[in-house]
């Protein structure tokens, strides 16, 4: 059976449009008008993505059945403090889901590879904001609880979340119908300085990620004496610090095919390290949150502002909602005829 499958060929760096081209990577390229058949059967052959794919898609079904057991088995859902870690659970499945479907089907065509890029970068935001309803409901030290900045910090992150996925989206093409169309985007891609998409993109994701973890970072490397929350879930959020800073590290310095390009082009590159390492980092804060939940509900349930659906799924739904316009914009531009303005 398996000698009936064809499985897809595989390109060089030179046999691509240059959209398609990852600093470091010499081989190992799909076809750059895939059929949608033929991106899920390169899941089963070795290409420069297939580890991309399946490092985002196995941790999804494990997070969803983190999930699912919150919800379902322990029948948690109906408590409201449980709310904020149902939305963080929900936002863990969806980041690597989006990740996994962008690297299968972003061969399709140009147009399709940004457009399932706008979506990936839509779910990292979603995620940071996933994080900050966590934090907010049980990492913020005690002194630092229903103070004036953690009373504002969770809109604030909401916000966070709509720009980043701006930004990540604008740092592609520019500005929709402004800078590019579907006639322009060839033209526009090409003359595009990578460096600065680079560094806009990283700025889109990390400004979300130091605001999100300033309570976490006061908490663990700066406070001392009374009211500092020290607790056995502190040695863990050392733990996922550490790798979100090291997967920061990874995303933006192409280490180690940068040292030797062609060498890691299947497996070893930085885009598969930083897939892993941030779900093991997102798994280490998963476990922090549950630590905090479990050790300091009878305090926080006694101090803490109430929980309610408008600062948790309220606040997630926003932020969904306005990502996917955004999204909608961008994506628009790439099926208009409308003219450019210069």
């Known amino acids: 059976m398996l000698n009936l499958i064809k499985l897809p060929q595989v390109f060089t760096i030179n046999q691509v449009p240059k959209v398609f081209h990852e600093d470091g990577i010499i081989s190992g390229y799909r076809h750059p008008c895939s059929s949608a058949k033929e991106c899920v059967l ?40 449980t709310w904020p870690l149902l939305v963080f659970l929900l936002s863990c499945c969806v980041y690597p889901l989006a990740s996994s479907c962008a690297h299968t089907f972003s061969t399709m065509s140009e147009r399709a590879r940004h457009i399932c890029f706008f979506f990936d970068y839509g779910a990292l935001s979603f995620y940071s904001l996933g994080s900050a309803i966590a934090y907010s409901s049980y990492s913020f030290p005690d002194k630092w609880v229903n103070s004036t900045f953690h009373e504002y910090y969770v809109p604030i992150a909401v916000v966070n979340s709509v720009i980043s996925t701006a930004l990540a989206c604008y740092s592609r093409l520019g500005l929709p119908f402004f800078q590019y169309n579907y006639h322009s985007i060839k033209r526009y891609s090409a003359g595009k300085d990578q460096k600065l998409c680079k560094l806009l993109r990283i700025i889109a994701f990390l400004y979300p990620y130091l605001f999100d973890n300033i309570p976490l970072f006061y908490r663990i490397f700066v406070c001392t004496g009374e009211g500092c929350t020290v607790n056995e879930a502190n040695t863990v959020h050392y733990q996922h610090t550490s790798l979100a800073l090291f997967t920061g ?6 280490l180690p095919e940068r040292l030797a390009p062609g060498s890691f082009d299947y497996i070893g590159h930085s885009h598969q390290l930083f897939h892993v390492f941030a779900i093991i980092g997102t798994y280490f804060q998963m476990t922090a949150n549950e630590l905090d939940m479990a050790a300091r509900k009878q305090w926080l349930l006694a101090h803490l502002t109430p929980i309610t659906l408008s600062n948790t799924a309220g606040a997630a739904i926003f932020s969904v909602v306005s990502g996917l316009c955004i999204i909608y914009v961008f994506s628009l531009a790439l099926f208009s005829t409308r003219g450019v303005k210069n």
Request: aromatic content about 24%.
């Open 42 to 81: 390169s899941l089963f052959q070795l290409t420069n993505e297939t580890l991309n794919i399946w490092t985002h898609f196995l941790p999804t079904w494990f997070f969803l059945w983190k999930l699912l057991t919150v919800m379902l088995v322990q029948d948690d859902w109906q408590d409201p403090f």
């Open 249 to 254: 590290f990874l995303f933006a310095t192409h």
